[in-house]
């Protein structure tokens, strides 16, 4: 197991086109965690998965952005009609049990143009 | 509502030293807590993870202690080397299934 992966790594798009992302957790993790993090600033808890339940969202998440785990595999990130605001790093991480803290992955960086 | 706090923001040692890095925060009803590194655009490296029945860590150079009741912990790194550094990041647990981080600590080891 290689851990966390996430792809693309780097995604350039102009501002209101839809951008997704992926996430693939370590396999035996049920839980699974986006997070945004801006220039400067520490990672800002977006949503949080157990198997494919989608538990909960912050108030950060705004319509535009949605997040799927079909099958409770891997997850993806959608943002639809993006905005120069949403260019950012954006984090997946992965826990088996919050006993054992949390993997990140290396982040997709989005910039908007 | 939780907050953590790391200071200093940036700080700048000569190879060979030892350091701290400080972390704070305004819940002490913790899960756990988190030490981790980023390196320039780059994902998060976790370094150690403290339960809250613990007082300290330890990973090879780095020692991390925790006292929860007065709502602090500690990075120490022991013989810093230049590939140190990097933005070292606390982030909190208080069991609700979300981090809390801080802003971090940039920090350069100059050769």
């Known amino acids: 197991d290689t851990g966390v992966s996430q792809d693309p790594r780097h995604k350039i798009t102009k501002r209101g086109q839809n951008v997704t992302f992926r996430c693939d957790p370590i396999?035996?993790?049920?839980?699974l965690y986006w997070y945004r993090q801006t220039l400067g600033q520490g990672p800002e808890f977006l949503t949080y998965?157990?198997?494919?339940?989608?538990?909960?969202k912050s108030r950060l998440l705004s319509d535009r952005f949605s997040a799927e785990r079909p099958k409770g595999s891997f997850s993806t990130l959608e943002i639809q009609r993006t905005e120069q605001g949403d260019s950012a790093m954006y984090l997946c991480?992965?826990?088996?049990?919050?006993?054992?803290?949390?993997?990140f992955g290396s982040g997709t960086r989005l910039t908007v143009v | 509502k939780q907050e953590v706090t790391q200071i200093p923001a940036a700080l700048s040692v000569p190879e060979g030293e030892n350091l701290v890095l400080n972390c704070s925060f305004t819940?002490?009803?913790?899960?756990?807590l988190q030490w981790f590194r980023q390196d320039p655009g780059k994902g998060l490296t976790s370094l150690l993870l403290?339960?809250?029945?613990?007082r300290e860590q330890t990973s090879g150079r780095l020692n991390a202690s925790l006292d929860k009741s007065s709502g602090r912990s500690t990075l120490y790194i022991a013989a810093s080397q230049p590939g140190d550094s990097a933005t070292y990041l606390c982030?909190?647990?208080?069991?609700?299934?979300?981090?809390?981080f801080g802003t971090g600590t940039r920090l350069t080891i100059i050769p």
């Open positions: 991480a992965s826990s088996g049990s919050l006993n054992y803290g949390y993997t």
């Open positions: 396999s035996e993790h049920n839980r």
């Open positions: 998965f157990q198997n494919e339940a989608q538990l909960e």
């Open positions: 819940d002490s009803a913790i899960y756990n």
């Open positions: 403290i339960q809250s029945s613990q």
């Open positions: 982030a909190v647990s208080t069991g609700n299934e979300k981090l809390t």
